[in-house]
Nanobody, 125 residues
Framework: QVQLVESGGGLVQAGGSLRLSCTAS????????AGWFRQAPGKDREFVAA????????HYADSVKGRFTISRDNAKLTMYLEMHSLTSEDTAVYYC??????????????????WGQGTQVTVSS
């Protein structure tokens, strides 16, 4: 069993920035693709970004492309999400996910084996 713990969420003004972190409890984290998802009230969980096991490849939802950057440090068993130019549309609970099945597309939540508990990001306008 792998535990993922997110941190870094909070309240920020529109146009501001935040950096989310996701720390895993097991070294197997470094061997799998991982990603970030978010869920706003009344909406389905949606894909935000994904990164390959070694950090060489990343993918982003169109809504965050150019504003968010995903990265990872496998030595620290940690993945990051740098968020800039935040808007009220980015308000949501953000979840990290890891151990993606290589046969599953990165934007499908069901392809990930482990999930964090989520961290709230609130952008005030």
């Amino acid at each position: 069993q792998v535990q993922l713990v997110e941190s870094g969420g909070g309240l920020v003004q529109a146009g501001g920035s935040l950096r989310l972190s996701c720390t895993a409890s097991a070294r197997t984290f470094g061997g799998y693709s991982a990603g970030w998802f978010r869920q706003a009230p009344g909406k389905d969980r949606e894909f935000v970004a994904a990164i390959s096991w070694n950090g060489d490849n990343s993918h982003y939802a169109d809504s965050v492309k150019g504003r968010f950057t995903i990265s990872r440090d496998n030595a620290k068993l940690t993945m990051y999400l740098e968020m800039h130019s935040l808007t009220s549309e980015d308000t949501a609970v953000y979840y990290c996910a890891s151990h993606r099945d290589s046969a599953s597309d990165c934007f499908l939540p069901e392809g990930y084996g482990y999930w964090g508990q989520g961290t709230q990001v609130t952008v005030s306008s």
